[in-house]
């Protein structure tokens, strides 16, 4: 256990941040896996508005360090690749 007054806040902040990035990291995923089913089942017009909604997700969490930047334009290219073969085919 924490002695030091520092330590203790620490302790407070600690968890404050893993909640929030937490809170971020889960609204990511929703937002992927509601663009996916919309590109799967939806109309264009669904999917492309939901597609801006998960990259929008998916550049906060990386603008505030949840996830790696790179992981954040891997999985907004697989998003539009899985987008635009859809239209095409």
Do not use: F, P, Y
Not at 22 to 43: F, N, P, S, V, Y
């Amino acid at each position: 256990m924490a002695h030091s007054v520092s330590a203790r806040k620490r302790i407070r902040q600690n968890e404050t941040h893993r909640s929030r990035n937490r809170w971020r990291l889960r609204t990511m995923r929703l937002a992927i896996k509601d663009c996916l089913e919309q590109i799967l089942h939806g109309q264009e017009d669904k999917a492309k508005e939901s597609l801006r909604l998960a990259c929008s997700a998916i550049d906060k969490s990386a603008g505030k360090g949840v996830i790696h930047k790179n992981r954040a334009a891997r999985t907004k290219s697989r998003l539009v690749k899985r987008m635009k073969a859809r239209q095409a085919g």
